[in-house]
């Protein structure tokens, strides 16, 4: 049984100018419920309902800006993260192997990082996240929805993939990664990116939603040329490795979308979205590549052998607030 997801958590909105050299970002979440206007695109509203349970259980840390809703996050050592390339990621500009490639080192590097050790502030009634992730799969799929989405497709996607040779995994994170000649209903236009639930295969599948910002550099992207540029003006790969970080943290501290959200709504990663912090400039000699070292592009963390600019992450301690690492 399928059924359209009831509720969708949108990510990483398109709202935001580089203001300045100094590389200030103005950032905002478009969510589904909002009416707003970004970049000139009218953003329509979609409803978004939202059931709150109470608290329960003596585990959980409360009390820094964010709030526990009773449900599950999800607790694996490390949470396997399954990818579905979706479109033709054999083409051009960051469309590409090499895209590929650079996504599974970040995930399959980030594991236990400072950066994502910050998720172990999060927890349920049984433990907390451990803060390591893994690839558990990647599979491709070149197109069996065709090239304009919307939501029954991509349930319809992840279900093939299912089909196809991933595990059924409820602990797991399945991540829809779509190349840039694909549309989305509501990608580039109210979001960068979502994660959702959904009973798949008589399972409750967490997914996401992340799409090639190629397709909106000035909505999805924070620079266009990004530490992991191959080209000058193509940073697609960056840019999803950005959503990439805020969905599937929220996915896994959030999974069911009755877990860790705000009074407002907002996840973790929202609170913090497109908001980088301190960065550094990629320079001649740095991990960076090529075209990022001569951009002189900004990032903010290092592991697998590569820098990165991903956004920060709410913290639920101390009080809250956003930041790069533990
Ligand atoms: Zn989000």
């Keep these: ?83 579905i390339w979706y479109g033709n990621w054999n083409g051009t500009g960051s469309n590409t192997a090499a895209t590929v490639s650079l996504v599974e080192n970040y995930i399959n590097t980030l594991g236990n990082t400072p950066r994502e050790l910050v998720n172990t502030t999060y927890g349920d009634t049984t433990g907390n996240v451990s803060g390591n992730v893994t690839v558990g799969g990647a599979i491709f799929d070149t197109g069996s929805q065709g090239t304009r989405l919307r939501n029954s497709r991509l349930t319809a996607i992840v279900q093939r993939a299912l089909s196809n040779g991933l595990p059924t995994d409820p602990n797991g994170v399945y991540m829809v990664l779509t190349s840039s000649n694909v549309s989305e209903q509501g990608f580039c236009s109210s979001f960068c990116g979502f994660h959702t639930h959904q009973t798949i295969n008589g399972t409750d599948i967490k997914w996401a939603f992340v799409g090639n910002p190629d397709r909106c550099p000035s909505g999805c992207e924070a620079q266009t040329t990004g530490p992991n540029s191959p080209n000058t003006g193509v940073g697609g790969a960056d840019g999803m490795i950005n959503v990439i970080q805020h969905e599937h943290e929220e996915t896994i501290t959030d999974p069911d979308l009755n877990a860790w959200f705000d009074a407002s709504g907002q996840e973790n990663s929202d609170k913090c979205n497109f908001n980088f912090g301190a960065t550094t400039a990629c320079t001649t000699g740095s991990l960076c590549s090529a075209a990022g070292n001569s951009a002189g592009a900004r990032f903010n963390a290092t592991h697998g052998g590569n820098n990165w600019l991903v956004q920060q992450q709410w913290e639920n301690a101390a009080g809250g607030k956003c930041v790069q690492h533990l």
Excluded at 21 to 31: E, G, H, I, R, T
Excluded at 74 to 79: F, I
């Design 1 to 83: 049984m399928t059924s359209l997801p009831g509720r969708v958590r949108l990510a990483t909105a398109v709202l935001f100018a580089i203001l300045t050299l100094n590389f200030v970002v103005a950032q905002d979440v478009l969510k589904r419920g909002a009416d707003r206007r970004a970049n000139g695109h009218d953003v329509t509203a979609v409803e978004e309902t939202m059931q709150e349970a109470g608290p329960s259980g003596q585990a959980v840390v409360t009390g820094n800006g964010i709030n526990y809703h009773g449900g599950p996050v999800l607790k694996g050592n490390p949470v396997p993260i399954y990818l």
